[in-house]
């Protein structure tokens, strides 16, 4: 390398500096013009020997970095394998970040006439070097690694490396786990969950490596509540990825969870999360099938019970509860379950979505009972079974009759008439609602609810207008549906009235179509 050291950096900072700061796109000429005037191992012996010249040090690495995107750039890291190497053992967190980035350039861009990648990880003992940046690097160095080892997970030769058949080797990530600090820990589970993304087969492997009782051994023993709550987050992300869901039913976590929610002692914090994972995991299509009933009816329970008792005046609680019932409710095997298992549970929801008192929980209680109606259901799944629509219609009309509005039509037109963030969830709720007959009739008996559902100009943001306009169009789409109201007389301003809001779609809004002139004063110097 001595022929590539340099003396003064200057003339190479400033170079550098030009080429990390140009602002479009490198090109491979524009890396191999560049690499003519600073051949890469100079620009490597200048990031070893002269880190501590002022700026050198991280405009070297974000030069690299923009070499190491580009095709050309990837081709030639095969050949710096040791600089990676050192690069990953640097005291600088910087030039960390740098070297897992740049494996996984290396992965990313391998192909068939390329050296092997995997070998090269695997004579050059890379893999327990990015091991140890994710367990001892800052934040940045550890989603690099991270990035690095998901990228390694593709490939299969790669999870060889990272779930090797021996549990007691060194780098297995339950070894690792059991050895490391509650930091390193949480970043090994973070790891694994990412891992499920990769594809189906990497997240059997990993789940068939018993990698998931790492988490579940966390929220199960951990007494320290930062620690369960970082777990539970990572919960919630793996509930995300589609090759998750079909393995977490097959564990303990819902019954974990289940633990958590009904435990009075416990912080709201993880009470509520605890809530909105099971919401969220129980909205996914087809889970119902791969879950065991008892189970759900026991968090259903606990959920149930947060809202019924004094832990319900909770703010955080409650609405954590309220969205996970909308959740469950989404589907329509859910929503039967609530209303003819759970009646109470729907009770409460219906409840805060006509209390104006607690915005925050009316809000979340008017979009739970969207999903529970089957606003975000096709049209043939809205309806449910002859008991739970029986239980859904008396409880709407017994919530009524004890409000000062006295029927479910007051009650429909004064959310209406409230704030815009109400407003936008009581379409939802009615559009999923008006698919019923006596919805249908209610809403008819009130002019003044079509005149808002059907007044374009009642709306000023995109999301309100469609809102507005899906709910007139299900409203309207009903009224044509039921010969009885088609066929009154009395409704004929009502169906004109639907049919020219139908007609003039969600944006439009006639009064204000033409032109109007501006007259103002003119603007003098």
Sequence with gaps: MEEFSVNDPTRLLQAAANFANYPGVRTDASVKEFLDRFPLPAIINALQTKAEFPGLEDTLVACLDRIFKTKYGASLIPHYMPFVQVGLQADSQTVRTLACKTVT???????????????????????PLLLDCLLNGNEQVANSSMDSIKTLAAFPQGMEIIIPSNKTEATHLGTVASTCSSLGRVRVMALVVKLFSVSSSVASAVYNANLLSLLESEINNSKDTLVTLSVLELLYELVEIEHGTKFLPRTSFLQLLGSIISNSSAESILRSRAMVICGRLLSKENIFSLVDESCLRNLISAVD???????????????????????IGSSTWGATLLLSSFPTCVKHVIYAAFDRHEHGKQLAAMHALGNIFGEGRSE???????????????????????????????????????????????????????????????????????????DASSETTKIGMEARYNCCLAIHKAFMSSPRLTGDPALAGIASKLQEAVRNGPYLNRRNVETQPAIMTAERF
């Design 305 to 327: 019970g947060i809202l019924g008792s004094s832990e319900g005046e909770d703010v955080n609680v409650s609405e954590a509860a309220i969205e996970a019932l909308g959740q």
């Design 380 to 454: 043939n799944d809205i309806m449910l079974n002859d008991n739970a629509e029986e239980n859904l219609r008396d409880l709407i009309y017994q919530i009524a009759s004890r409000s000062s509005k006295m029927t479910p039509s007051g009650l429909f037109l004064a959310v209406l008439q409230q704030d815009s963030e109400i407003r936008l969830a009581s379409y939802r709720m009615i559009t999923g609602l008006v698919a019923r007959p006596w919805c249908l009739t209610e809403i008819c008996s009130k002019q003044d609810i079509v005149n808002i559902v059907g």
């Design 105 to 127: 350039r290396l992965l990313q861009e391998s192909d068939e006439t390329a050296l092997s990648p995997i070998q090269l990880i695997i004579d050059y003992g890379i893999y």
